[in-house]
């Protein structure tokens, strides 16, 4: 697994997954990130594997050197991969994991209550589509 692109895992129908998506695009140091999407077969089968339900997901998964980080750690791992100012944001790290999970869950817990819920996943643009793995169109 070592030398692959980090993975994104993430609900592709949840607005604030989406933007979330389209705010690591702008701000990547290196456009080397793949995205999946959790309703993608790929994302399904990564999810389930790494004990996420893909009916029902509770978290995205941030998949670095054949590591799967949850919840606030795959926060934090995936905002290494961003420009500064964006990358301090890795020194949450020291405060407890506890503690960022409660936070992290409240939020997860009310994702499409707060922000939406999209019927169809974004498309990406035809310069990024070799970088996302998407559901196939019904």
Excluded at 9 to 14: I, R, S, T
Excluded at 72 to 98: E, K, M, N
Excluded at 119 to 131: D, Y
Aim: net charge positive; hydrophobic share 45%; aromatic share 10%.
């Amino acid at each position: 697994m070592r030398g692959k692109p980090p993975i994104l895992l993430y609900d592709g129908v949840c607005v604030l997954c989406s933007r979330s998506v389209t705010f690591v695009l702008k701000h990547e140091r290196e456009a080397s990130i793949r995205f999946v999407a959790i309703q993608s077969e790929e994302g399904a089968a990564m999810a389930a594997a790494h004990g996420v339900d893909p009916e029902q997901p509770d978290t995205f998964l941030f998949v670095e050197d054949g590591r799967a980080h949850r919840k606030s750690s795959a926060v934090i791992t995936l905002f290494a991969h961003l420009r500064p100012p964006w990358s301090f944001a890795r020194a949450l790290r020291f405060c407890p994991a506890l503690l960022r999970d409660w936070l992290y869950d409240r939020v997860a817990r009310n994702r499409y209550r707060l922000f939406g819920k999209r019927e169809v996943c974004m498309a990406p643009t035809p310069e990024l589509r070799e970088r996302f793995a998407l559901p196939a169109s019904k």
